[in-house]
């Protein structure tokens, strides 16, 4: 095959994949039309989550459980976590919270757990008293000390939305894998965390996880959902294929270790640059372990 003959299957193989990820734009005769994909567009997009590969437990030479958490404010996480208002914008995207809530709600996701140990399961019933919080004003309590019901008025309602998502904690296994013989890395689950509902709108705000989610059963929803690719709009990626290349930058706040997987912060406190300094010595740690299964 020519250079002719090779750059002609490229031009056609990128002009299908960004007709399909225009959704009909080009073609719509009609604003009604655009995202509405042909027969023939249908049968062609059938494309899945890249499955994992089998591993057996006799083939992992070493391993390291790592918690780690994404900031959101650093512009290269910015995907995760707009767009914040859905007002303005077309219903094809979405911010990664706002999938997961969804999903949830719609009985669609349902290993979602209180922890990151995957212990103790919760529902959306359970998820509302942690991500609504009712408050009712002075005046609605007077109505309620004067026998009086609550005007609907007097009672506000603060509920947690994507701009109130401030990072993203993850736990993740680095392992040597002695058949292939390299080091990987596999998501085990994701948290988003904002401060309590409780305490949102006050000066001194804690962060907590508002849920962990077991991450394998949760990569066909997270493939079907696409998240903004910056370089080009024509492109999306999925927010599967976004956190398995790891396309985000992140830092360790935990390891598994012999003291209960105390937290860095446990052990070194009221430092944070020593902090930090501690979660790139972990990371610089495991990064070497691969080098150093070929060093004698």
């Known amino acids: 095959m020519n250079w002719k003959s ?14 399909f990820a225009q959704a009909n734009l080009l073609n719509a005769k009609f604003p009604e039309e655009v995202g509405v994909k042909t027969m023939e567009q249908i049968k062609a ?21 790592t918690w780690e958490r994404i900031d959101l404010d650093e512009r290269i996480n910015f995907p995760l976590y707009y ?23 719609d009985g669609l996701l349902t ?31 007077e109505q309620l000390n004067a026998g009086e019901q609550v ?10 939305t994507s701009a109130d998502i401030q990072e993203y904690w993850i736990k993740g296994l680095w392992y040597f894998d002695k058949r292939q013989g390299e080091l990987k890395y596999r998501l085990i689950g994701l948290a988003p965390v904002a401060p309590d509902v409780n305490f949102i709108d006050s000066e001194h705000q804690d962060l907590v996880p508002l849920f962990w989610v077991w991450f394998p059963s949760a990569r066909e929803i997270l493939h079907e959902a696409k998240a903004f690719n910056g370089a080009n709009s024509a492109r999306p990626i999925s927010f599967d294929q ?8 992140a ?8 003291y209960g997987d105390r937290k860095i912060e446990d052990y070194i406190q009221d430092n944070a640059m020593f902090q930090l300094l501690e979660a790139q010595r972990i990371k610089e740690r495991l990064r070497d372990r691969e080098q150093d299964m070929w060093s004698y």
Do not use: H, M, Q
């Open 6 to 19: 090779l750059i002609c299957v490229i031009s056609v193989v990128l002009f299908s994949t960004a007709t």
């Open 45 to 65: 997009d059938n494309d899945a989550p890249l499955p994992y590969g089998y591993v057996d437990d006799r083939d992992i030479l070493w391993s390291k459980t």
């Open 83 to 105: 767009p914040v208002d859905t007002i303005g914008i077309g219903s094809d995207r979405r911010s990664l919270y706002d999938v997961l809530v969804k999903n949830i709600k």
């Open 111 to 141: 290993d979602i757990y209180v922890d990151s140990y995957f212990t103790d399961r919760r529902n959306f019933n359970d998820l509302e008293a942690t991500l609504v919080k009712v408050d009712t004003t002075d005046l609605g309590y």
């Open 151 to 160: 005007s609907p008025e007097y009672i506000n309602r603060r509920k947690i």
């Open 242 to 249: 976004l956190l398995n290349a790891r396309r985000f930058n």
């Open 251 to 258: 830092y360790i706040y935990k390891e598994e270790n012999v």
